[in-house]
């Protein structure tokens, strides 16, 4: 059974960086025909998929966010990462982490973490 957790901080200050980091187990991130992916959903809102990395390391972003986000990943801790730079308060969001096999559509075979308040807050 996949488990993905996500982490980080709660609250960040406008024009800081958001980073936060999922942590996979019972599977690899380099498990071929996946897309390790990082979705948000705004308060009120429905979901945003932001990007993903897949098992060879390429990474994919969503024009909206392309030019202030990241995906890394450290493949001996099982982990990957998204970092948001200049943050706003319009990415206050709830944040999930998942394994999918097709980027922007939630499938019955998808692992998702179970999301982590974010606010960008002065």
């Known amino acids: 059974q996949v488990q993905l957790q996500e982490s980080g901080p709660g609250l960040v200050k406008p024009s800081q960086t958001l980073s936060l980091t999922c942590t996979v187990s019972?599977?690899?991130?380099?498990?071929?025909?996946?897309?390790w992916s990082w979705i948000r959903q705004p308060p009120g809102k429905g979901l945003e998929w932001v990007g993903y990395?897949?098992?060879?390391?390429?990474?994919y972003y969503r024009p909206p966010l392309k030019s202030r986000s990241s995906i890394s990943r450290d493949t001996s801790k099982n982990q990957f990462t998204l970092q948001l730079r200049s943050a706003t308060p319009e990415d206050t969001a709830v944040y999930y982490c998942?394994?999918?096999?097709?980027?922007?559509?939630?499938?019955?075979?998808?692992?998702w973490g179970q999301g982590i308040q974010v606010t960008v807050s002065s």
């Open positions: 019972g599977g690899s991130i380099t498990t071929n025909n996946y897309s």
């Open positions: 990395i897949t098992s060879s390391g390429s990474t």
């Open positions: 998942a394994r999918v096999k097709r980027f922007g559509v939630r499938g019955p075979d998808d692992y």
